[in-house]
C-alpha cells in the first residue's frame, strides 16, 4: 500500500521560503509521477505542479516563477519550495501520486500539511 | 485557466440518485478523456472515484459513475447512502502549459 506523508512548518514568515518534503513508502518514486497541490482555507483543489519519474518538472503557470521540485531518491523523498510567499499561500498542501502524462488522475494522497503564512 | 465550473450543492434521500456536473471547454474537458472524480470529508484528503471519465478504481463502490459529453462530465451517485455526504472536486487535464483543472466544488447532502 502506497502511503505518503508530509512534513514541514506549520508556520512561515511572509516573504519567506515555504519548504515542504513528501516522503514516500510501499512504492519507489522512480515509478510514477508526483504532485504537490493545495487547498486554501475553504476553497478548492489548485495543482501546483508535477515531478515526473524521469526527473523533469511541470509547473502551474501561476506559480512558475516562485516553485520549484526536487527530490531525493536515496530516501524516497520528493519536496516543494515556494519563495516569497503572502497570506495567499495559506493552505494546506498535498503531495499526491499522479500528474505526468499516463498518470492522468491522483490515486494516492498524503494527510496533508497546513502552512499558516504569518506577517 | 479558470477552474471548471460545478454546481455549489446537491441534494437527495437516502437510495435515490444524485448527479453533479462538471463544466469546462473544449481545451479541457472537451479536448481529453482524463477527467478524474474526488471524494473529501471535512479535515480529510481528497480520494480518487474515476479516473479517465468513467475508470473506477479499485474498491470504490460501483454505486459511483462516471460519464461526459462535450464539455461537461458528470459523476453519478446511485443508491445515496448517508455516508456519501461529503465534498466533491472534478479534475481535468488541460494540455501540456497548464495540465490539471480542478472544479469549484460540490457538496453532497443526504436528506
Known amino acids: 500500500q502506497v502511503q505518503l506523508q508530509e512534513s514541514g512548518p506549520g508556520v512561515v514568515k511572509s516573504s519567506d521560503p515555504l519548504s515542504l518534503t513528501c516522503s514516500v513508502s510501499?512504492?519507489?518514486?522512480?515509478?510514477?509521477?508526483w504532485s504537490w497541490l493545495r487547498q486554501a482555507p475553504g476553497k478548492g483543489l489548485e495543482w501546483i505542479g508535477y515531478?515526473?519519474?524521469?526527473?523533469?518538472?511541470n509547473y502551474n503557470p501561476s506559480f512558475k516563477t516562485r516553485v520549484a521540485f526536487s527530490s531525493d531518491t536515496s530516501k524516497n523523498q520528493f519536496s516543494l519550495r515556494l519563495t516569497s510567499v503572502t497570506a495567499a499561500d495559506t493552505a494546506v498542501y498535498y503531495c499526491a501520486r499522479g500528474g505526468a502524462f499516463g498518470d492522468f488522475s491522483f490515486d494516492y494522497w498524503g494527510r496533508g500539511a497546513l502552512v499558516t503564512v504569518s506577517s | 485557466q479558470s477552474a471548471l465550473t460545478q454546481p455549489r450543492s446537491v441534494s437527495g434521500s437516502p437510495g435515490q440518485s444524485v448527479s453533479i456536473s462538471c463544466t469546462g471547454t473544449s481545451s479541457d474537458v472537451g479536448g481529453y478523456n482524463y477527467v478524474s472524480w474526488y471524494q473529501q470529508y471535512p479535515g480529510n484528503a481528497p480520494q480518487l472515484l474515476i479516473s479517465?471519465?468513467?475508470v473506477r478504481p479499485s474498491g470504490v463502490p460501483d454505486r459511483f459513475s462516471g460519464s461526459k459529453s462535450g464539455s461537461t462530465a458528470s459523476l453519478t451517485i446511485s443508491g445515496l447512502q448517508a455516508e456519501d455526504e461529503a465534498e466533491y472536486f472534478c479534475?481535468?487535464?488541460?494540455?501540456?502549459?497548464?495540465?490539471?483543472?480542478f472544479g469549484t466544488g460540490t457538496t453532497v447532502s443526504v436528506l
Open positions: 510501499g512504492g519507489s518514486i522512480f515509478s510514477h509521477s
Open positions: 515531478l515526473s519519474k524521469g526527473g523533469t518538472t
Open positions: 479517465d471519465v468513467t
Open positions: 479534475a481535468s487535464f488541460a494540455g501540456y502549459r497548464h495540465p490539471f483543472l
